[in-house]
T-cell receptor, first 115, second 113 residues
């Protein structure tokens, strides 16, 4: 069974440009999460989808970040315009159930560098 | 203010010895704790968890201890193996639904052959 996949693995852009990250969760997983790790620090929650609906977006840093999950399958996270502080590794995770403490499976991450 | 803290950014241990990784948390209401392991260029993978109704959970070479009065948990790996070299994160579900994970900063474990 394929795990969580993310594309691209690396992205280098200039400040002010737009970048779109993609996540494909494990097939059949209704729950999809975005996290990011900035400057090698802790991994921070960004948001949670249940199917195509945003369940919790309390971790989104500002309105330059837009996440979508049309059709409840893959998700995209767009950063527009990108700033230097957006550099980091963006992880996507998925889980089968919405119930508490259901194991989240993480993708390999997208390393974003904003110059 | 960080809700989950790992104060040791790195730890070096000889193969065969015990590795002890520590994690402190701030909220006594947290009731479930997890450890994730992360290799370079990979995402974190779930390792072991513990509920607050327990003070110990063991899975093979990995044991997690929970000290609720001290708001402290630790992960013991014994015997340590070179393949255990990775970054270890403790994590806690911190929202009411129990599915938003808050992570510590991670501890890089290096097991020397």
């Amino acid at each position: 069974e394929a795990g969580v996949t993310q594309f691209p693995s690396h992205s280098v852009i200039e400040k002010g440009q737009t970048v779109t990250l993609r996540c494909d969760p494990i097939s059949g997983h209704d729950n999809l999460y975005w996290y990011r790790r900035v400057m090698g620090k802790e991994i921070k929650f960004l948001l949670h989808f249940v199917k195509e609906s945003k369940q919790d977006e309390s971790g989104m840093p500002n309105n330059r970040f837009l996440a979508e999950r049309t059709g409840g399958t893959y998700s995209t996270l767009k950063v527009q315009p990108a700033e230097l502080e957006d550099s980091g590794v963006y992880f996507c995770a998925s889980s089968q159930w919405t119930s508490a403490y259901n194991e989240q499976f993480f993708g390999p991450g997208t390393r974003l560098t904003v110059l | 203010d960080q809700q989950v803290k790992q104060n040791s950014p790195s730890l070096s241990v000889q193969e065969g010895r015990i590795s002890i990784l520590n994690c402190d948390y701030t909220n006594s209401m947290f009731d479930y704790f997890l450890w994730y392991k992360k290799y370079p260029a990979e995402g974190p993978t779930f390792l072991i968890s513990i509920s607050s109704i327990k003070d110990k959970n063991e899975d093979g070479r990995f044991t997690v201890f929970l000290n609720k009065s001290a708001k402290h948990l630790s992960l013991h790996i014994v015997p340590s193996q070179p393949g255990d070299s990775a970054v270890y994160f403790c994590a806690v579900p911190t929202n009411n639904a129990g599915n938003m994970l808050t992570f510590g900063g991670g501890t890089r474990l290096m097991v020397k052959p």
